[in-house]
């Protein structure tokens, strides 16, 4: 099966500096990806949409400022957390979608990378 | 937008009964209803997904029913293990965009 691999899995950063987080398809070409957060015990929630070459999507309430998204390559989207907080803690998790979207519809997930601001 | 309800929340059922975890969606246009099982702190795991032209969709002891006029669909787990115990979420798909249910944690009791 399509294998996405997010890196790093876990990051530990100081308030105010910012982290990169990893997300490449590693056997197929991702047209689209999507950036995720999960809290604990909660629910995914999609933060944007990357879409290789062009500009992300973000959905309602996300600021695009503060969560910047490269989708330089078909094979590789980073999400950037700018001026970190504490309540930028979290789980984040990328998905990928290979160019047949359209017939099989599975969203291929990446492992998540935890993030902890002090 | 797709809002996507879950129930219940939590869920326990003894070793080798049935579970079954519902939800219901709002946008009549999503098509595709993805069933996910995550494990903590794992990434999500797809077990089974059925799309909008089909009524129910089985793999060995999990299957999926799809109700479009009444815009729910359910999972049911038959003979569950103790290694059915994790978080289940659904999902729906409309265009690009996929919407997740606030999960379910079910507990398999031995």
């Known amino acids: 099966g399509a294998v996405v691999s997010q890196h790093p899995s876990r990051v530990i950063c100081k308030s105010g500096t910012s982290v990169k987080i990893e997300c490449r398809s590693l056997d197929f070409q991702a047209t689209t990806m999507f950036w995720y957060r999960q809290f604990p015990k909660q629910s995914l929630m999609l933060m944007a949409t990357s879409n290789e070459g062009s500009k992300a999507t973000y959905e309602q309430g996300v600021e695009k400022d503060k969560f910047l998204i490269n989708h330089a390559s078909l094979t590789l989207s980073t999400l950037t957390v700018t001026s970190a907080h504490p309540e930028d803690s979290s789980f984040y998790i990328c998905?990928?979608?290979?160019?047949?979207?359209?017939?099989?519809?599975?969203?291929?997930f990446g492992e998540g990378s935890r993030l902890t601001v002090l | 937008g797709e809002n996507v309800e879950q129930h219940p929340s939590t869920l326990s059922v003894q070793e080798g009964d049935s579970a079954v975890i519902k939800c219901t969606y709002s946008?009549?246009?999503?098509?595709?209803f993805p069933w996910y099982k995550q494990e903590l702190g794992k990434r999500p795991q797809l077990i089974i997904d059925?799309?909008?032209?089909?009524g129910e969709k089985k793999d060995q002891r999990i299957a999926v029913t799809l109700n479009k006029t009444a815009k729910h669909f359910s999972l049911h787990i038959t003979e569950t293990q103790p290694e059915d115990s994790a978080v289940y979420f659904c999902a729906a798909r409309r265009a690009q965009k996929l919407v997740f249910g606030q999960g379910t944690r079910l507990t398999i009791n031995p």
């Open positions: 059925i799309r909008s032209n089909v």
């Open positions: 946008d009549s246009a999503s098509n595709y």
């Open positions: 998905s990928a979608r290979s160019r047949d979207w359209g017939n099989t519809g599975e969203l291929f």
